[in-house]
């Protein structure tokens, strides 16, 4: 089946869509009350940074290993927490 189009609503304020093919598509659908759209881009390339080193990724590796980029995103994410409740 191609050229299908499946239009479903949920209540969850983010929700990841993974569509497989020949290339994955991965799409981010979120309550704008809720994220900002650099939160939503945010998680969107860590989700697809993270899906490429799983793919590309020796078996042996340790998960853990795969996240050490988000070190730098999770750090950035606590600072700008603090500040929001500095305010």
Known sequence: MTGMKSV???SFPLTFIII???E???KI???TGQFH??????L????KDFLNAMATAHSKSVLGSLTEEAD????QLISSFN???EL
């Open 20 to 22: 497989p093919g020949p």
């Open 37 to 42: 759209s650099a939160a939503a881009t945010r």
């Open 44 to 47: 969107l390339r860590q989700a």
């Open 8 to 10: 479903e609503k949920n």
């Open 24 to 26: 994955m598509l991965l």
């Open 29 to 31: 659908v979120y309550d």
């Open 83 to 85: 500040r929001n409740l």
């Open 72 to 75: 730098t995103d999770r750090d």
